[in-house]
């Protein structure tokens, strides 16, 4: 690996950036639902611009804020940051030029793109705080991945209609249940460290039976998407496919079994996301 290509993979890795799949799909989503079909190329390049910039600032500051939590838990001390691969200085620059892209892209679509920028800034930075303080910061990072169906909708038509909420409140429970089995790694340490989780707060099966209603409102939530966009059968194929991933998703995890988290976590979650948009922009093309 060359002296360029490390410090660049280091980043990469520091802001998890592969977990792109969670959110830029929602946000596809949310610009098809909007323009009817595909946004024109500046739009569509201005929208996945902001995405990019609001994820990686999120990420990196969330990384910065936890650095000594993260140093002290045995799953993240070896991040970017406890280990001493990326300074925090670095990772702070890193993270600003990010927010620069993010303010720069949503003044290039329009106006109250930017007005609302620092409200999605806010809610991010402020996530990585919610855990010192209350168990529903599985919520409050919901609301945080929620800005980006409804930031692209804003990107589209220049508003924020109600029509798309339904839309936003499935990213919030459907990222809230997963991230509540997320969670359930760090249960001991959370208890320990004084951190509030879901899982800290109620143990295992109540956290897995909470997941589990957080995901069937989800899911809900994605109907009333489509009755509202009277979306059809090939959008209604797309939740009976997402309905099977998410009952196997919570299948592969037992209170006495946490062992395939992981696959329940990346795998699953990053195929949801895709799933949705796929079949939602396939039914809007082909209405």
Request: glycine share 6%; charged share 10%.
């Amino acid at each position: 690996m060359t002296a360029v290509t490390k410090p660049i993979s280091s980043y990469l890795s520091m802001i998890k950036f592969s977990h792109s799949v969670f959110a830029l799909p929602f946000a596809l989503t949310g610009a098809v639902l909007a323009s009817g079909g595909i946004p024109a190329g500046a739009k569509l390049f201005w929208i996945i611009a902001a995405m990019v910039g609001a994820r990686t600032a999120a990420m990196g500051f969330n990384r910065i804020i936890d650095r000594r939590i993260d140093s002290l838990n045995p799953r993240t001390k070896n991040r970017e940051i406890p280990a001493g691969i990326v300074s925090t200085g670095s990772a702070l620059a890193f993270s600003l030029a990010a927010l620069a892209l993010l303010f720069f892209a949503a003044y290039m679509l329009n106006p109250l793109c930017l007005i609302l920028s620092p409200v999605a800034v806010f809610v991010f930075i402020a996530y990585s705080y919610t855990k010192r303080f209350t168990w529903m910061s599985h919520f409050v990072l919901g609301i945080a991945l929620a800005a980006a169906p409804l930031g692209a909708w804003i990107a589209v038509r220049g508003t924020l209609d109600p029509e798309i909420i339904p839309l936003g409140l499935a990213v919030v429970f459907w990222l809230a249940g997963f991230d509540t089995l997320y969670a359930l790694q760090d249960m001991d340490f959370d208890k320990s460290s004084g951190l509030y989780s879901i899982p800290a707060r109620f143990g295992v099966k109540r956290s897995l039976a909470l997941a589990k209603i957080f995901h069937v409102v989800s899911w809900l939530m994605l109907c009333v998407n489509g009755i509202i966009f009277e979306l059809n059968s090939i959008y209604w194929a797309g939740l009976m496919t997402v309905a099977l991933m998410l009952v196997y998703e919570h299948r592969l995890i037992r209170h006495d079994d946490l062992s395939k988290l992981n696959m329940a976590f990346f795998n699953m979650n990053g195929y949801i996301s895709i799933t949705v948009f796929a079949f939602t922009l396939f039914a809007v093309l082909l209405s």
